[in-house]
């Protein structure tokens, strides 16, 4: 008979093969404290004097390779260490949530993603999208009989299809797949003569060989971003903002050349009327209607084309992520900074006042903070730190910046705390008119603000002050 092999606990392993397993690049900041706060073992690294411990050897590894991490010269690399005060835990997790921001939430239920329309919202778990609110134009995607769902309902596309990436804005909806196909639905308004709303889900055929990463949609135009890092508009163009040099409508998504002349774009973000995108070297080009300030240049005019945010150049900042908001807009640096510009009514800027900022400006308020997301919405903003804490500035109205004591239409000109979100580790936030959603890290969707249309995908038809976890149907 076979001897059966004495068991060994994982503390037994050699610390080499414990480091390959922290390595994994399936843990976080926070799994890497928890691991070396357990043991001993974790704690204690016998082989590298030049890490205080074999968690903080592993994040080291795990943020030297990480895609956002190797690209930034090594002078923004030290300075994101310092930032970090040596911690390398904290670096990873700084890294990880930058990418979980714009893209999908790890949790225990599964990757998740929320991102809110007008009046209407969307939540992916695991590959799965689900839709509540209103629609008159098809945003919802749930067909042409259903311009209203009360609770957050699975959308059917044409074939079992992964969903990776979610966009919606007031009239559309838009949906990149596992396999970089791109779907869309909503408002299909392109001239005077033609208004014909797509319902459900449809197969954006002009890019079937062009596989992306990344869609995000304005009032009337849709912004695409390929693997490549090449950036495709699509829709009306009164503005400038699908970034041709002209106002000439595209029925189908078109390159744009100027940025795929400058580098490959990480990531996009679209206003109504207006575009963000950041290119692989840490720069911001901008694009369409300037009305508001909110292309950054430092005048009210508008774009016809893609130009670079010169206060981040002449600054020596380099731009991780930006979010559009409706007139005005947020970014974070590699540092974790916080910076926004464009109208300042009601305090959406965070800088104390209700000025408008016709170029970025640092948060002054946020800067003890490593900011991890930004959210800009309609007059509001959110801001996700590390350690989970949800900040908000600007338009309370019906509850929708989840500060209580505002009443339905208060206006916070700097960045306050939501102890209402306290109690939970936020991970991602997405806004709409007047409904915010949030996940947290175990995977829970949380709602308040204005809830009249459903768009909070619960039965109370009242503005909600307090969150209230929303349950998604099967």
Not at 56 to 79: C, M, T, V, W
Not at 170 to 187: D, H, I, L, R
Not at 189 to 217: G, I, M, S, W
Not at 350 to 372: C, M, R, T, Y
């Amino acid at each position: 008979m076979a001897e059966t092999p004495n068991s060994v606990s994982f503390e037994d392993l050699p610390s080499h093969l414990i480091l390959k397993v922290l390595t994994c690049d399936r843990l976080n900041g926070i799994d890497l404290v928890n691991i070396e706060m357990t043991s001993k073992v974790f704690g204690w690294n016998q082989h590298d004097s030049d890490f205080k411990s074999l968690a903080d050897n592993a994040a080291s590894r795990l943020s030297s390779l990480h895609p956002i991490f190797a690209g930034l010269p090594l002078n923004y690399q030290k300075a994101l260490v310092a930032r970090c005060e040596g911690n390398w835990k904290r670096v990873w997790g700084f890294l990880k949530s930058i990418v979980e921001s714009s893209d999908m939430v790890e949790t225990p239920r599964g990757k998740m993603k929320i991102t809110m329309g007008k009046k209407h919202t969307l939540v992916t778990n695991n590959s799965k999208v689900y839709s509540c609110g209103k629609s008159e134009d098809g945003a919802l995607g749930q067909g042409p009989e259903t311009r209203k769902c009360a609770r957050l309902t699975p959308l059917v596309f044409p074939f079992s299809a992964k969903v990776i990436q979610v966009s919606a804005s007031e009239y559309n909806s838009a949906f990149v797949m596992q396999s970089g196909e791109v779907f869309t639905c909503g408002c299909n308004h392109f001239d005077n003569d033609t208004y014909l709303p797509v319902h459900r889900p449809r197969l954006v055929e002009a890019l079937k060989n062009t596989p992306c990463k990344q869609v995000a949609t304005g009032s009337y135009s849709t912004v695409f971003l390929s693997r490549e890092g090449h950036v495709y508009t699509a829709g009306w163009n009164e503005y400038g903002q699908l970034g041709h040099g002209d106002i000439m409508k595209r029925p189908v998504p078109t390159v744009v050349e100027l940025l795929k002349n400058v580098g490959p774009v990480e990531q996009i973000s679209a206003g109504p009327y207006f575009v963000l995108a950041v290119t692989e070297d840490g720069s911001v080009y901008s694009f369409g209607s300037g009305i508001e300030n909110c292309l950054g240049h430092g005048e009210l005019l508008n774009q016809f084309e893609p130009h670079v945010i010169q206060a981040f150049k002449t600054k020596g900042v380099r731009i991780l992520r930006v979010c559009a908001g409706y007139g005005h807009a947020a970014a974070i640096d590699s540092n974790g900074y916080v910076y926004t510009w464009g109208r300042g009514k009601s305090g959406a800027l965070g800088h104390g006042d209700q000025n408008d900022k016709p170029i970025p400006e640092i948060v002054f308020s946020l800067k003890n903070h490593l900011a991890v997301q930004v959210c800009a919405s309609f007059m509001r903003t959110f801001v996700v730190v590390e350690s989970g804490l949800v900040y908000g500035f600007g338009a309370s109205k019906f509850g929708s910046l989840g500060i209580g004591g505002e009443g339905h239409a208060g206006e916070v000109e700097q960045p306050r705390v939501l102890e209402c979100l306290r109690p939970h580790r936020v991970s991602q936030v997405s806004s709409g008119l007047a409904h915010t959603m949030v996940v947290t890290q175990e995977g829970r969707l949380l709602g308040f603000g204005d809830n009249r249309d459903s768009q909070l995908g619960h039965h109370s038809i009242q503005t909600g002050l307090e969150p209230t976890e929303i349950v998604l149907n099967p």
